[in-house]
């Protein structure tokens, strides 16, 4: 009955429009004082939660994106991208997701993604011919890349709840990033083959290599992050923070970072790693009214009685991504469930590295669903385009990605093979 009342009051918060934050903090302190608890106790575990070191990886990476962003970095891989594929027909389709493929090495947020390629991408489309609905759908969807290939916040995050390797599960991302590119790219191929009006663009060999030469450098980041990580040069955190300086210099040297730009860069860094650290700050203080009331355990035995089978599990854990991540920001619900989830599928022998793909990718398709999906409410407001009309053009888009991280529930050595052949 307790955590009814409490599930209630904050889903009563979170219809209203509350911020997500703060429909957590004002029913779990009341539950605090109500149940004889320190109130005090409680708000200490809400400033313990954000003084974390792995964490400190989050306004790194998110300050990497920013400038990223306003060092032109997104538009120099579109017009690069653009010049490679104009023999394909639709290959503005094609463009929209290898661009952000390229930028998700250097951008793990989808909603730094769909702000920074929506402008570039959107307008562009829909003076070649094609629909809006068509690119509005590809650019949201393929937004979707970002958060699952690394540098991916929603990556820290878990890590850093788990007390998992960060590397690994960097590492073990790529593969389903690379096969939800697979999949988008099949997708855009077949909307594409149905449109007559779209058609084939000429090939110039020389805006391919001018475009070459502003996106080499960019394009070195990944072997920044990656490279670091992996040869034991760097930390997480550290590498955040080599890579965030290397885009840096990225920008001064190639003259397109101004001191405008590095300001907005800044104060972007500041408003969204605020708005994620308290997000995870009084969600823990929800999960720990949870562990209190036993939730874990039920939720074992629940689970348990259903099946003891790993993949069963992990079909649950989708599904209850699935349906949480259309009500409740992706942060929130990996710092309330995380730690519910961990012991369980210790229980069922389930690796944490492959629990945390494929609780990332659910979750993420939830940044394309209604009610919450700030994806969508992104490419809706720089497009000009209905709510309604964005996500039914995301959904052809949004089947690839419900594939392939049902793959990888059914056949987690492929998220598994790059992390232990590179013996982490």
């Known amino acids: 009955m307790t955590l009814a009342l409490l599930g209630i009051a904050i889903a009563v918060l979170l219809i209203i429009r509350v911020p997500v934050a703060l429909a957590f903090l004002g029913p779990s302190v009341v539950y605090m004082w109500l149940a004889g608890q320190s109130v005090g106790n409680g708000l200490r575990e809400v400033f313990n939660a954000a003084n974390s070191f792995p964490l400190l990886a989050v306004p790194l990476f998110v300050f990497l994106g ?10 120099r891989l579109f017009q690069f991208a653009l010049a490679v594929l104009a ?14 493929l390229g930028f998700s090495w250097m951008s ?25 609905r068509f690119a509005t759908g590809v650019t949201a969807s393929s937004a979707l890349i970002a958060p699952v290939m690394p540098p991916s916040i929603p990556a820290v995050i878990f890590a850093g709840l788990a007390a998992v390797s960060t590397g690994a599960l960097f590492a073990a991302s790529v593969i389903p990033a690379l096969l939800m590119t697979a999949g988008l790219v099949i997708v855009v191929s077949i909307l594409v083959a149905r449109n007559p009006k779209i058609v084939r663009s000429e090939f110039d060999k020389q805006k391919v290599v001018a475009s070459i030469k502003g996106v080499i450098l960019p394009m070195l980041t990944p072997i920044v992050i990656l490279g670091g990580i992996l040869g034991g040069f760097f930390t997480p955190t550290e590498a955040a923070a080599v890579a965030a300086m290397y885009i840096l210099l990225v920008g001064l ?23 994620i650290m308290l997000i995870v700050a009084t969600a823990s203080l929800l999960g720990y009214i949870l562990t209190r009331e036993r939730l874990p355990q039920m939720m074992t035995d629940a689970m348990l009685s259903i099946s003891d089978s790993p993949t069963v599990f992990l079909l649950l854990v989708v599904l209850l991504c699935l349906i949480l991540g259309t009500v409740i920001d992706a942060t929130a619900v990996l710092v309330l469930i995380v730690p519910i989830l961990m012991p369980i599928a210790a229980r069922y022998d389930v690796d944490p590295i492959v629990l945390g793909v494929v609780m990332i990718i659910a979750l993420m398709i939830g940044l394309l669903t209604p009610p919450v999906g700030t994806v969508l409410f992104i490419v809706s407001n720089v497009s000009q385009t209905r709510i309604g009309e964005v996500f039914r053009g995301t959904l052809p888009f949004i089947l690839p990605i ?23």
């Open 402 to 424: 419900l594939v392939v991280c049902l793959l990888i529930v059914f056949f987690p050595n492929a998220a598994m093979w790059l992390p232990r052949a590179l013996g982490l």
């Open 87 to 100: 023999r394909l027909r639709g290959s503005l389709g094609y463009v929209a997701v290898g661009t952000s």
């Open 108 to 132: 793990g947020s989808a909603v730094a993604d769909s702000a920074a390629l929506g402008k570039i991408l959107i307008p562009q489309m829909i003076r070649n011919g094609y629909g809006r």
């Open 253 to 275: 040297v190639q003259r397109s970072l101004t001191l405008r730009g590095f300001i907005a860069a800044v104060r972007e860094t500041v408003l969204t790693t605020a708005a």
């Open 66 to 75: 920013a400038l990223a962003n306003h060092a032109g970095i997104a538009d």
